[in-house]
């Protein structure tokens, strides 16, 4: 076997008594150590691994975890040597074990070993399908002799020309396709493009090795290129480790397409529910809120006891509606993909303080929206955002008339929003706990209405925006929430 690609997480003894095997039973084998599962998770970029090697005392239960559904995916097979046999920890079809012994001997078992589990896995994936596009004879006898010939795990076929390659594309499936960059009838912009139509991914090799002919091909759809060597085709030498990772690469992307095709039909399966579960509990609510009204008007001589208990019943009614609203908002958050587009906060705070007006003249809140700028955004989500923040403002106001300032200012890279009032401020140990889901600082008998969701929604309209949210703020000394964006370069 040609061209393996080892990655091996050990300690530096074993990581050379390892490499030695290998060196020694594989042909250009090339091997990447790490000395430790931190580095390892660091910098490794396993499509462009063939074979895993990992020594189970310098590994954890997460490594199997987080690598499992990758090993599945792409075939690549882990070894893990480990001390003493045992039940495996991690039961898998390209997990596998070698126990170590004291003499070292398990060194010998580890070529036929690897052989074997490469076969094994060849034999269940198959052999991947390469059309190679070239004109050239001396190129053609390359690609015989220096791939196919040391390469048998591909089935191969050459095409020499444009029309040859979209015939071949036609009639035949591929998995990938190699192609000259200059062919009699076209070019490797003709190859990519023929590629693309077929979702084939394509590696280009050339004789023109000009960093601005490579970014050209890669900015046009190529998923990788080689420079020729046109005196001994040692390119061809090079050509497996590409090939490799640019199929590995390939099943990654299919397989994180179906990730993102799952969590779009989960996503609307939860929009419907939440739309389901809003509408029918709202209805029985409101009509429990509208008979307790019934009850109060007609019952004006009934017991000031009996007052009181309808009177708290229909409060109780009034939280769980607001309940149900806030789960519902939240719930729906992320469905609201409308594209984000220039949105100008000053009109978006306006927009929000428009929605607070009652509860502004019920208590005379001054509020002070200074000029701000325009960031690229979801709207409604600004709006919603503005008007969470001063709601809170005007709801923790104490004894005092509520006065708040919407401001703007940049800081780094960020694009900050600040919301500042002059109420009863937060104790420094509440900070955290305010944007959790359901959170409350006061009591359900305290004269703060709410149920906890408001600064949950803020905060997840900010994760989706990639920005950040977090508060300025001690007890009787007002609220500062601030909210902050990456600048748009």
Same mark, same amino acid.
């Given at each position: 076997?040609?061209?393996?690609?080892?990655?091996?997480?050990?300690?530096?003894?074993?990581?050379?008594?390892?490499?030695?095997?290998?060196?020694?039973?594989?042909?250009?084998?090339?091997?990447?150590?790490?000395?430790?599962?931190?580095?390892?998770?660091?910098?490794?970029?396993?499509?462009?691994?063939?074979?895993?090697?990992?020594?189970?005392?310098?590994?954890?239960?997460?490594?199997?975890?987080?690598?499992?559904?990758?090993? /599945?995916? @792409?075939?690549?097979? !882990?070894?893990?040597?480990?001390? =003493?046999?045992?039940?495996?920890?991690? *039961? %898998?079809?390209?997990?596998?074990?070698?126990?170590?012994?004291?003499?070292?001997?398990?060194?010998?078992?580890?070529?036929?070993?690897?052989?074997?589990?490469?076969?094994?896995?060849?034999?269940?994936?198959?052999?991947?399908?390469?059309?190679?596009?070239?004109?050239?004879?001396?190129?053609?006898?390359?690609?015989?002799?220096?791939?196919?010939?040391?390469?048998?795990?591909?089935?191969?076929?050459?095409?020499?020309?444009?029309?040859?390659?979209?015939?071949?594309?036609?009639?035949?499936?591929?998995?990938?396709?190699?192609?000259?960059?200059?062919?009699?009838?076209?070019?490797?912009?003709?190859?990519?493009?023929?590629?693309?139509?077929?979702?084939?991914?394509?590696?280009?090799?050339?004789?023109?090795?000009? /960093?601005? @002919?490579?970014?050209? !091909?890669?900015?046009?759809?190529? =998923?990788?290129?080689?420079?020729?060597? *046109? %005196?001994?085709?040692?390119?061809?030498?090079?050509?497996?480790?590409?090939?490799?990772?640019?199929?590995?690469?390939?099943?990654?992307?299919?397989?994180?397409?179906?990730?993102?095709?799952?969590?779009?039909?989960?996503?609307?399966?939860?929009?419907?529910?939440?739309?389901?579960?809003?509408?029918?509990?709202?209805?029985?609510?409101?009509?429990?809120?509208?008979?307790?009204?019934?009850?109060?008007?007609?019952?004006?001589?009934?017991?000031?006891?009996?007052?009181?208990?309808?009177?708290?019943?229909?409060?109780?009614?009034?939280?769980?509606?607001?309940?149900?609203?806030?789960?519902?908002?939240?719930?729906?958050?992320?469905?609201?993909?409308?594209?984000?587009?220039?949105?100008?906060?000053?009109?978006?705070? /306006?927009?929000?303080?428009?929605? !607070?007006?009652?509860?502004?003249?019920?208590?005379?809140?001054?509020?002070?929206?200074?000029?701000?700028?325009?960031?690229?955004?979801?709207?409604?989500?600004?709006?919603?955002?503005?008007?969470?923040?001063?709601?809170?403002?005007?709801?923790?106001?104490?004894?005092?008339?509520?006065?708040?300032?919407?401001?703007?200012?940049?800081?780094?890279?960020?694009?900050?929003?600040?919301?500042?009032?002059?109420?009863?401020?937060?104790?420094?140990?509440?900070?955290?706990?305010?944007?959790?889901?359901?959170?409350?600082?006061?009591?359900?008998?305290?004269?703060?209405?709410?149920?906890?969701?408001?600064?949950?929604?803020?905060?997840?309209?900010?994760?989706?925006?990639?920005?950040?949210?977090?508060?300025?703020?001690?007890?009787?000394?007002?609220?500062?929430?601030?909210?902050?964006?990456?600048?748009?370069?």
């Amino acid at each position: 076997m040609n061209n393996l690609r080892f990655t091996i997480v050990a300690d530096k003894e074993e990581q050379m008594r390892i490499g030695n095997e290998l060196n020694e039973a594989f042909q250009q084998a090339h091997i990447t150590n790490y000395d430790s599962q931190e580095d390892f998770e660091k910098s490794v970029k396993l499509y462009n691994c063939d074979f895993l090697i990992a020594r189970e005392t310098l590994v954890n239960k997460a490594f199997y975890t987080q690598l499992s559904p990758f090993l /599945e995916i @792409t075939k690549i097979p !882990l070894l893990v040597i480990r001390d =003493a046999a045992g039940t495996q920890l991690f *039961k %898998n079809q390209v997990v596998r074990e070698l126990i170590k012994d004291a003499g070292n001997n398990y060194l010998k078992q580890l070529p036929p070993l690897i052989t074997q589990i490469v076969n094994e896995q060849l034999a269940v994936t198959g052999q991947s399908k390469i059309l190679f596009l070239e004109d050239e004879e001396i190129d053609i006898k390359f690609i015989r002799r220096k791939f196919i010939k040391l390469n048998p795990q591909y089935e191969c076929d050459v095409v020499s020309s444009i029309a040859e390659l979209r015939k071949q594309v036609g009639e035949k499936k591929y998995d990938l396709i190699v192609s000259d960059f200059n062919l009699p009838d076209g070019t490797a912009f003709d190859s990519i493009a023929i590629a693309a139509e077929a979702d084939i991914p394509i590696v280009i090799a050339t004789g023109q090795g000009s /960093e601005k @002919t490579a970014v050209e !091909l890669m900015k046009s759809g190529a =998923a990788d290129y080689l420079i020729k060597d *046109k %005196n001994m085709g040692e390119h061809m030498l090079v050509l497996p480790s590409i090939v490799k990772s640019v199929l590995n690469y390939k099943k990654l992307e299919a397989y994180n397409s179906g990730l993102l095709d799952m969590l779009r039909i989960k996503n609307q399966d939860l929009e419907r529910f939440a739309y389901i579960i809003a509408h029918d509990l709202r209805s029985p609510i409101a009509s429990a809120v509208l008979l307790i009204d019934t009850l109060q008007m007609l019952g004006s001589n009934l017991e000031p006891d009996m007052q009181d208990i309808m009177a708290s019943i229909k409060d109780v009614s009034h939280n769980i509606t607001n309940t149900i609203e806030g789960i519902f908002q939240y719930t729906v958050l992320d469905s609201q993909a409308d594209a984000f587009v220039k949105v100008d906060m000053t009109r978006a705070a /306006e927009d929000a303080l428009k929605n !607070l007006e009652t509860k502004v003249n019920e208590c005379g809140a001054i509020v002070k929206i200074e000029a701000m700028p325009q960031i690229e955004a979801n709207y409604v989500q600004m709006v919603q955002l503005f008007q969470n923040l001063m709601g809170n403002g005007i709801k923790y106001r104490g004894d005092k008339i509520p006065e708040l300032t919407v401001r703007s200012f940049t800081q780094g890279n960020e694009q900050v929003f600040a919301v500042s009032d002059n109420g009863i401020g937060i104790a420094k140990e509440n900070h955290k706990k305010i944007f959790e889901i359901f959170s409350r600082l006061h009591n359900s008998a305290s004269k703060y209405e709410g149920v906890g969701m408001g600064l949950t929604i803020v905060k997840r309209i900010m994760e989706r925006h990639n920005g950040r949210i977090w508060v300025e703020s001690d007890l009787g000394m007002g609220t500062t929430f601030l909210v902050a964006f990456k600048a748009v370069a």
